[in-house]
Every structure is written in C-alpha cells, then in structure tokens.
C-alpha cells in the first residue's frame, strides 16, 4: 500500500463508474456517453433519469409509466408539510429545511423493511425520494411566504411543477424548457464531494434515505454548492453600484477581490454546462429583462480576454450562468443550492447503486502525525 499522501485524495481512483466522464481539457461532459449538449437540449429530466438509472435513454412505452410512477410519489405526508411550517417560521436555511424534510421521507417509506441488497426497492425508494423533494422544497418556500402549498399538478413535468408549486402560476414554455434543461445540467458529475458521500454512506448498506440526507449535507458546504447564489449577490451589487459594471469588476480586480463563478476543480476551460446556460439566459432577456445577461457576459469578455484569466485555465463555470438563470426564473437566492440538490439527488442515487452492484465498504485510511510511547499517568495522579 502506497504511503503517498494526496490530500482531498486528489488524482486518486477509488471506484469505477459508467455514469459520467468529464474531460477538463477540452469542457466535455457525458452521461453514460451522451454528451450533455445533446441531452439538455433534446431530452427531458425525466429521460435523464431514466438513462442515469436504467443505463440507456428510454423508448416512449418506457418513459410513460416511469414518468407516471414519479408523478405518484409526488405528495407528501402531512407530517412533513408540518415540519416545513414550523422550519420556515423559525427562519431555517433552506438547505437545511431539504436535510430535514429527506431525512422524514423515510418514516413514511413503505418499503422500509426491505432488505439492503434489494436494490430494485432501493431504486424504487430512489424514485420517491426525487419525486417528493420539489414538493417539499416549494411548500418550504410558500410557508415562508405566508401562504400555502401548491398541490402538484399531474398535467406538468418535474421542472415545471417545481415552478408551478414555488408561484402558483403555470410556467410559460420557455421557463419550463429552462429550467429543465438546468436540471439536467446539475444531474450528475463525476465523483464530486457530494456525490462521494453518498457513495461512502452507501457503501455501508446505510439505506438511500441517509445517503441522499448525507449528499445534501456535502453539498450544503460553501466550497461545494452555493456558488451560484455568490454569483447572483455579486450581481445585485453591480447593479446598485454607482459604477457602470464594467468599471465594477475592473475596480473589484485591481482589489484583489475573486469574482464568483470562475474557476473549476476539474475544467481548465469554459464548463459546457455553461455556455448552454448562457444561451438560455440571452434568451430569457429577449423576453425579459436584459440587464443580467449583459452583466455576465461582459464580466466574462473582461476576465477571460482583457484580464487573460482564460489562458490560465480559469473560465466561467455552471454557476456563473445558472445564478441569473434562476433569478430570471424568479426563483429565491438562496433556493439555489437546493435546487442543485434536487437535480444531483438522482444522480447520489444512480452511484449509489451502481456501486452497490459490487460493494466494498469504502474505508482509506490517514497518516498518524501524532506522539508516540506516551507514559500513562493514572487519573489520581494527574
């Protein structure tokens, strides 16, 4: 065994996987080899799904009973609707509401006996726990809002009952479309913190409860998720500045301050995920309000060309566009990480399983840096 140490085990294999692959060098990114321009902009989140759990994109007979089968697990018990009240009047994040309300799912899991190596049922409970998190999340939103829930709608698609549960308004096509595509986007990524958690947990035999509950905790960090409301705050800074934005990011640079949104663990180029979310945003100020586009896109002509920072491998990332997409969307700030959880929440689960098909309790170990043949002193005598 290596006695190489490689902190945040960086560079280090320590599974196989048939989910996703990202190449940084060049900003590509497959699902289960699709590339992820092709699936956002010519399949549903529920096809993704359906790819990222069964391992192939799904012919129509198929996707219509998987669709109605999440469709009916939509509802949640009244029990956690109760405790999303009670979260939201005491002023909880809403990262942690979405911890609390997945960690309740389970109490009201019918399957609940099931036996661990059952991993039919264990994707079955996958299914409700991805069909219950826009409900619960939305009904969240509503309670802090003062009003009540919005009851899922059987007619609307998951992304567009999220939008219609959090405003009680049928969204348009285009936000539908956009905010679909930016699930499929966040759906899975390689074995990121969150991801790996999940997988840890799971590796245990721990049921999907306690690993999607473990993945939401990873991603409610600050180095993990919540980039993309950083974003959209700095955003709303430029724009109640008194400088133009152009001079805003020029006096931020010479400060010495990081602009949100740049830089990847793994791209040293431009994230895919965010040109298709540029696209998406010009099309929303099109239609819309336009000065959020314009703010990202000169932010980013500014960086990466003035600046040079693109020739140093630091270009936008998926938060840089998803920030504005979302509030173009009007979607709360800091609904954003939580929507980030309810999008990879299936792909914690297609890992999940996977590795579960042959599991190995995940279990590295640490270099000891700490004294040794210390003379014990009895209590007494201390």
């Known amino acids: ?53 069964n391992g192939h994109l799904p012919s129509e007979d198929e996707l219509e009973p ?61 299914r409700r726990i991805t069909a219950k998190i826009p409900t619960a999340l939305a009904a969240f939103e509503r309670y802090r809002l003062g009003e009540e829930p919005v009851d899922p709608d059987p007619d609307l698609g998951l992304a567009a009952n999220f939008l219609y549960m959090l405003t009680g308004e049928v969204p348009d096509d285009i936000a539908a479309e956009t905010f679909d595509q930016a699930l499929i986007l966040h759906a899975d990524h390689g074995l990121n913190a969150s991801t790996f958690t999940s997988m840890v947990i799971g590796s245990t035999m721990a049921d999907i ?24 705050e700095v955003l709303i800074e430029i724009d109640e500045s ?43 100020a099109e239609n819309g309000e336009d000065k959020w586009y314009n703010y990202t896109t000169t932010i980013e ?3 990466t060309d003035e600046k040079g920072l693109g020739e140093k ?21 800091d609904m954003y990480t939580p929507i980030f959880a309810m999008s990879r929440a299936g792909g914690w689960i297609a890992h999940v399983l996977e590795y579960q098909e042959d599991n190995r309790l995940i279990r590295p170990r640490a270099r000891y840096t700490g004294p040794q043949d210390q003379e014990f002193v009895p209590l007494e005598e201390r």
């Open 242 to 284: 008194d400088l133009d934005h152009r001079e805003w990011v020029e006096q931020a640079t010479e400060q010495g301050r990081r602009i949100p949104g740049f830089g990847h663990r793994v791209y040293n180029v431009k994230d895919p995920r965010a040109k298709i979310l540029q696209e998406r945003s010009e099309e929303l």
């Open 301 to 303: 002509q500014y960086l």
């Open 209 to 232: 409860y306690s690993a999607v509950t473990g993945g939401i905790s990873a991603l409610s960090g600050p180095l993990h998720g919540g980039a993309n409301q950083d974003v959209m």
């Open 313 to 333: 491998g630091i270009a936008p990332n998926v938060d840089f566009y998803s920030g504005s997409v979302y509030y173009q969307l009007g979607i709360p700030i």
């Open 66 to 126: 998987f669709t109605a089968a999440l469709m009916d697990e939509r509802e949640v018990d009244d029990d956690v609707l109760a405790t999303m009240e009670k979260l939201a009047a005491a002023d909880e994040q809403p990262m942690a509401a979405l911890r609390t309300a997945v960690s309740m799912f389970s109490a009201y899991e019918p399957e609940a006996e099931a036996d661990p190596d059952d991993l039919d049922a264990t994707l079955r409970k996958g």
């Open 1 to 53: 065994m290596s006695d190489d140490l490689k902190k945040g085990l960086e560079g280090v294999l320590v599974a196989e996987s048939g989910l996703s692959s990202i190449d940084g060098d060049v900003g590509r990114l497959i699902y289960r080899g699709y590339t992820i321009e092709d699936l956002a902009r010519g399949a549903s989140y529920e096809e993704v799904l359906y790819l990222l759990w």
